[in-house]
């Protein structure tokens, strides 16, 4: 068995996993009022399920480190680099199978037109690139997957606010409307507001740029950590 189709088994063998990567982005597009002309709550309510579901599955590298799997696994003639990029490409399957889905089911009930459904798709894709680095650094930080978890659900909650994703950032003091600039949901809302408002703009491709150099930052950091 392949490091990606183990990786790949392992993590959605998961039910909370399973729930944040296969069902829920494909079930929110059904909820018809979210997506209304005038609504941006479902495009925002995806880019916060797709961080979580990013975290929870890139949650494996932290178990295979916790129970010596990572050991056993490099006693083999394998690399910790075809360990990694195998283990980081399965961890983005399951969500960009979803975005794929989600793309079509859009365009067929809320008549999205091509452009606009392959920018989306691109921009949710990018994300997920994004989120899984960052879920991969995070779980670099710890040994213990349960206070790794604590912590990040914590900044779950408060980044998705400090990103925009739960209401505008207008609402919130001047001060904290940029701080949320370090993460990539930050960067996530604001390609898509700009897809909405004004379609394929030059800040839509900055936004999404700015999210491939925060995915490239958190994967070298993660690279450089020692998980062995």
């Known amino acids: 068995m392949t490091i990606f189709r183990y990786t790949l088994l392992k993590s959605l063998k998961s039910p909370l996993t399973l729930v944040f990567n296969c069902i829920l982005p494909i079930g929110i597009v059904f909820i018809r009022p979210i997506w209304a002309d005038d609504a941006i709550l479902g495009y925002r309510l995806i880019i916060m399920i797709m961080w979580a579901g990013a975290y929870l599955i890139s949650q494996g590298i932290l178990s295979d480190k916790a129970n010596g799997t990572i050991v056993r696994i490099l006693a083999a003639p394998v690399t910790m680099f075809n360990y990694l990029s195998q283990s980081l490409i399965a961890f983005m399957i399951p969500l960009i199978v979803q975005i794929l889905l989600l793309s079509i089911v859009g365009f067929v009930l809320y008549g999205w037109d091509i452009t606009f459904m392959l920018a989306l798709a691109l921009c949710y894709i990018i994300f997920t690139i994004s989120a899984v680095a960052m879920g991969f650094a995070w779980s670099c930080l710890f040994k213990d997957r349960e206070q790794s978890s604590s912590i990040f659900l914590a900044l779950i909650t408060f980044g998705s606010v400090l990103a925009g994703v739960l209401f505008p950032l207008e609402l919130l003091p001047n001060p904290l409307q940029h701080v949320g600039a ?13 897809l909405l408002d004004y379609g394929v703009i030059f800040s839509y491709w900055i936004a999404l740029l700015i999210m491939l150099l925060l995915a490239t930052i958190f994967l070298f950091y993660g690279g450089k950590r020692k998980l062995i």
Not at 184 to 189: H, I, M, Q, S
């Open 182 to 194: 370090v993460l990539p949901a930050f960067w996530a809302v604001r390609a898509v507001t700009d």
